[in-house]
């Protein structure tokens, strides 16, 4: 069972320093997340900003650790969480579906699409012929604040995340093409609307895929990398970049890839220790490059891969310490693919489908 509790000027310090007092500890992962573990009773409490989500194996436990937090800060009692910081939660015993529905009707509303009709691609496979001339849908000013509340939309909603991480890298000075793929964007969002991710009890058995776009940005040569990691059937984990430097070769490109993915799957095993899920076995880590798996599993250092040496052996030494199993996948089968280009619509249909993104068909008539 799920609380929600919110007070207003909450002093984070105060607060937790008052949490730690009476046997909470900050989590190794995130020092906003705090646990309490005494001897049959686990209780998890987030915090942010104002607003606090607890949870727990046992009720009684809660509801005293609510009442006790009333009586020492001024707290509200909101009871079970069906809403927290604007994403929806519906839920039945095993299966949650996390929303931002009028969130994303809000930002039509903004962008005056509101009575637009619908596309199935929120990516533009090919550039549309415009007119120099042409002026843009958006003032500058408009496009900047529809991006940034895109941007928080991506929480529940991973198929839209490369589409904004394109848009967001020219909203200092956008240009025509850019409204008309902000327009395809919010068409898309029109008809996906009460679309969201949906989590599901199932095994805890962790893997992670990794995938890049080797040089794809046509200015600067820069490639898109992505990672995902799936707890059981559960997507937990995303991410899509454009990478900081240029890449010589595919290979290099896919090495910083993988060690961003490593490093978020260390992080994403030391959150859930603190869960008391562990994992002996090595995260299966999936890339569909053979070159990059040949290297990682080689101890020699090639000159010609001095300049990725750092990033070669972090993944390697990662490898013999049984942290991570980087394992081949057919490019068909990469489900990263998914945030690292535009596709065509039956392929991004297929891997959001992988993704567990959809509409909340699933827990109709859900508390």
Partial sequence: MLFTVCGRLLDFGTFTSYLIQIGFTHSQADPSLLILHRDNIRLYLLVYVNDILLTGNDIQAMTDLVD??????????????NQFLGIKIDHTQDKYFLSQILYAKSILQMAELHKCNSVANP??????????????????????????SLQYLTLTRPDIAYAVNVLSQHMHNPASIHSV??????WYIQGTTDFGLLITRSNLLLRTYSDVNWASDPATRK????????LG?????????????????STESEYRALASATANTIWIKRLLADFRVTHS????LYCDNT?????????????????VE??????RDHIQNNIISLLPISTVDQIADFLTKPLATPRFKLLRNNLTIGANTQLEGAC
């Fill in 181 to 186: 793929m902000l327009k395809k964007l919010l």
């Fill in 291 to 307: 070159s990059t798996i040949a290297l990682a599993n080689n101890p020699v250092f090639y000159a010609r891969t001095k300049h």
């Fill in 223 to 230: 490639s898109t990398s992505s990672f995902c990691t799936f």
């Fill in 310 to 315: 750092i990033d070669q052996r972090f993944v």
């Fill in 123 to 148: 990516s533009l496979t090919k550039l549309t012929a415009l007119k120099p001339d042409e002026p843009s849908f958006f003032d500058a000013i408009t496009y900047r604040r529809i991006i940034e």
């Fill in 281 to 284: 076995q090595p995260v299966d």
């Fill in 233 to 249: 059937d559960t997507l937990i984990s995303w991410t899509v970049k454009k990478q900081n430097t240029v890449s010589w070769s």
């Fill in 68 to 81: 006790q937090l009333k009586s020492q800060f001024a707290m509200k009692n909101l009871g079970s969480a």
